[in-house]
């Protein structure tokens, strides 16, 4: 064979191998951003889905979006004090969008993660259809309405006018992510896998894999099917792959099984992650990829030694979480989001609930990538109301599509441990929470046989209790009802049992009511007289609680000891909008939180951290400004040490230990100004010291950001803190200045906030009052690749500034 022809040959085999290259690029699935360029306005427009509607005066603005937040708090709003009385009702958005003329030939879908709620999506003027529940997933497949090559117009309505609807702040709008899908029309269904691990070994773990295929083309097509695993480092592990045949305009399920030799295992501290790839190819092209996460690991509920992960016992050490994300309102961001789930890990958080509904794509991302155990939750209401117009309204219509999209959404999440179906639901009070129950287990076994069903109880009086008397749940959540844990085995005899809400306990950031012995239940019992703080504050002291709930120590002193209780979901991890009981207007948030709605903790974040984490820990409060000679309570929380000496200005105040079960030890101290010294030590060696200073003159604003540099992406987030400071750099632990914001170069400022519960101040204001020394200001990129200048402005100070650098 001479030269040229081998060249010929050469070529012709690059210009396959390009060929084919470019096929996969091109046709393999395309998932696009669809959250940029929306119009919206508040109001009730019918006419908004028609081309020629004039919108040349509605707002541009980048999804998600909640308009709630943006509002004024008011009395009398109509989302009353459940929802922080913020506004809700109707909005509309609109978007004009062009696609590709080459794109005819395929399917084309819009995904919405959330809309709040009862949306109905029209494209081009044709309606799409509606979805009541505002926390569920949805999609539709909207090609044959599409203009390729030209205009399309795509509106969206919106209407959370029927208020009340929820016992929590729930937003307006469209509050989670919106992607554009683009398919050939063979392809992985939506939520289109599924994937468990039958056995595992050290040795060897099986992985089955179901895969939902679609054909939308009027021709039979033959196939192949190729799935691969790959480790955290994109390295193949296992592979399967198989010719296949699926009939024009229908559906076909593929059940793939593989063996992974030496697997590493999924656990909350080393939350290991690998991904199942699948890919269609017809010939010798690429007409779909489609990822799946897996995590392998084995989890067990016992009726007597609680819960076990990959056969290690452990105590589930959670909290609930609200879907809110503070200042930002029901906008999902990932980055809030980790925020969040950071504080969590580092006060000792092993799992999560859901509370009390299906949560963001991204919340379960985070979930599977940080490690944590995750109680994922359906409903908060069945056919029997909680308020008048809440999810019993869309039940009988929309409950089993709901739930089914729900688990099926859900399922590949290796977090994922529990499916709860309901909280607090009415239903347990009479014979109908029998035939639900059943009906609402069986939807779920049908689409996943791995995790047990649950629910929140709050009867743990047999008799009384119909959803338990179903006998469908594998798992009993009780909510409250910590005195009573000690007789639930011989109660429940056999069962599996969780705390799937506990403590309840109330306390303000920064805030401290002496004598701090001795507990308080507000009010005393239902619909008592409220005798809180005329400033609307609740001391940080854990020494206040519901009356329906515990401290945060009572109910630790309890869980610990059960061996058969599997752990517990205390409420809450982070204060939330809206429900701020006790207290009426102008509280707009909870005080349950451990930590506060800006994301400052409270004192019993430091309780938490010395109990659920094996890090050294020495906390001491309140802070060391008060009147002269006042007698001031000093806690410390502590571990790893057996004592802790306590020093005023050098003087020991005396050395204390914890004795039996005490989570924390105290002194009652006549104030006077310096330095309060706390030294723990073991076995005679110091562990640790803290220091509180009392703080002098007002001489600086101190600004500090949780990042140096964030992503030119317009969505990435930097979180600074406010305080002011003396000279000697010590925080002024009651300042409450007024701090006035300026952003200027890459940033846009788009939350205030500082914990306090009552106040009133919109959280979009380009100022912040300080509570008790501290405020967040969020400060999220806009685009521009310019570093950002945050500028912070009160009185008589010298302005500061900070700088964030953006990539």
């Not at 963001?360 to 940080?370: A, G, I, N, V």
């Not at 089914?404 to 994922?416: A, T």
């Not at 073991?682 to 990042?707: C, Q, R, S």
Request: net charge neutral; with cysteine.
């Amino acid at each position: 064979m001479n030269k040229n022809i081998l060249q010929k040959i050469a070529l012709a085999i690059l210009l396959l191998l390009s060929t084919i290259g470019f096929s996969q690029v091109k046709q393999a699935r395309i998932v696009e951003d669809f959250n940029k360029n929306w119009n919206f306005k508040l109001g009730d427009y019918p006419l908004a889905p028609q081309k020629d509607f004039n919108a040349a005066d509605w707002r541009v603005l980048q999804l998600p979006h909640d308009w709630s937040i943006e509002g004024a708090f008011d009395k009398d709003s109509k989302t009353k004090q459940a929802q922080g009385f913020l506004p809700a009702g109707i909005g509309w958005y609109r978007k004009t969008f062009k696609l590709l003329a080459s794109w005819k030939s395929k399917n084309v879908s819009v995904e919405f993660d959330g809309v709040f709620k009862n949306s109905e999506v029209f494209i081009n003027g044709h309606s799409l259809g509606i979805r009541p529940n505002g926390y569920i997933s949805f999609s539709y497949e909207f090609s044959k309405y599409l203009n390729f090559g030209q205009e399309n117009i795509i509106a969206v309505k919106v209407d959370n006018d029927a208020q009340p609807n929820s016992r929590w702040y729930t937003g307006s709008g469209i509050y989670r992510n919106v992607r554009l899908v683009v398919t050939e029309k063979l392809h992985v269904d939506e939520w289109g896998t599924f994937v468990i691990t039958p056995e595992i070994s050290k040795e060897k773990a099986s992985v089955r894999l179901e895969v939902d295929l679609k054909n939308a083309s009027e021709n039979e097509k033959e196939f192949r099917l190729v799935s691969s695993i790959l480790d955290k480092n994109n390295k193949e592990v296992a592979k399967v792959e198989s010719t296949e045949k699926i009939a024009a305009n229908s559906s076909l399920k593929k059940v793939q099984n593989f063996n992974v030799k030496n697997p590493k295992l999924w656990n909350t501290e080393n939350p290991y992650l690998y991904k199942i790839v699948t890919k269609i190819y017809e010939k010798a092209q690429l007409t779909d990829n489609y990822e799946t996460p897996l995590g392998i690991r084995y989890f067990n509920f016992d009726a007597e030694k609680g819960f076990s992960l990959n056969g290690k016992p452990m105590k589930i050490l959670g909290v609930c979480l609200h879907h809110d994300n503070g200042a930002l309102g029901a906008v999902e961001n990932i980055h809030a989001v980790k925020r969040k789930l950071v504080l969590m890990k580092e006060m000792g958080v092993n799992a999560i609930r859901m509370s009390h509904n299906p949560h963001s794509l991204e919340m379960m991302q985070l979930c599977d990538e940080m490690g944590f155990i995750v109680q994922d939750e359906a409903f908060d209401v069945w056919k029997k109301k909680k308020v008048t117009n809440d999810y019993h309204k869309d039940w009988d219509a929309w409950h089993k599509k709901d739930l089914k999209d729900f688990i099926r959404r859900d399922r590949n999440h290796p977090s994922v441990m529990m499916w709860s179906i309901g909280n607090e639901i009415r239903e347990q009070f009479d014979s109908t929470g029998i035939a639900i129950t059943r009906e609402l287990a069986k939807i779920v076994k049908s689409l996943d046989t791995t995790r047990p069903v649950t629910s929140a109880l709050t009867e743990n009086i047999i008799e009384k209790n119909f959803i338990y008397q179903s006998g469908a749940l594998d798992l009993l959540g009780f909510n409250y009802k910590h005195e009573d844990y000690k007789d639930f085995p011989t109660r429940f005899k056999g069962q599996k049992i969780i705390a799937s809400e506990s403590v309840s306990a109330l306390e303000t950031r920064g805030h401290y009511d002496f004598p701090s012995d001795g507990i308080k239940a507000w009010p005393p019992k239902h619909n008592a007289p409220f005798d809180g703080n005329a400033d609307w504050t609740v001391s940080a002291f854990d020494n206040v609680k519901s009356y329906w709930g515990a401290t945060h120590e009572e109910n630790w002193k309890t869980i610990k000891k059960q061996d058969f209780m599997a752990g517990t979901f205390i409420w809450t991890g982070f204060d939330y909008i809206g429900e701020p009981d006790p207290y009426p207007y102008p509280a707009r948030s909870s005080y349950f939180g451990i930590v506060d709605l800006a994301g400052f903790p409270k004192d019993v974040y430091y309780m938490y951290q010395s109990e659920w984490t094996t890090k050294p820990v020495l906390h001491i409060f309140p802070h060391w400004n008060w009147k002269k000679d006042q007698e001031v309570d000093v806690w410390a929380y502590y571990n790893n040490a057996d004592e802790v000496e306590l020093f005023l200005n050098g003087k020991s105040l005396g050395k204390k230990a914890k004795q039996n079960d005490d989570l924390h030890i105290s002194w009652r101290v006549k104030f006077e100004p310096g330095t309060l010294k706390a030294i723990s030590r073991k076995n005679g060696k110091v562990v640790l010291e803290k220091e509180i200073h009392t703080a002098g003159e007002a001489f600086k604003i101190d600004l500090k950001a949780d990042k140096k540099e964030i992503k030119n992406d317009t969505y990435d987030l930097v979180y600074v803190t406010v305080s002011i400071t003396d000279k000697e750099g010590n925080l002024l632990p009651n300042a409450n200045d007024l701090i006035n914001f300026e952003v200027s170069g890459g940033g846009k400022l788009v939350g205030v906030d500082n914990g306090y519960q009552a106040n009133l101040d919109s959280f979009k204001a380009n100022s912040c009052k300080l509570f008790n020394g501290k405020c967040i200001a969020i400060v999220q990129s806009n685009g521009k690749k310019e570093s950002i200048q945050l500028k912070a402005s009160t009185g008589n100070l010298q302005v500061a500034l900070i700088e964030v650098e953006v990539q």
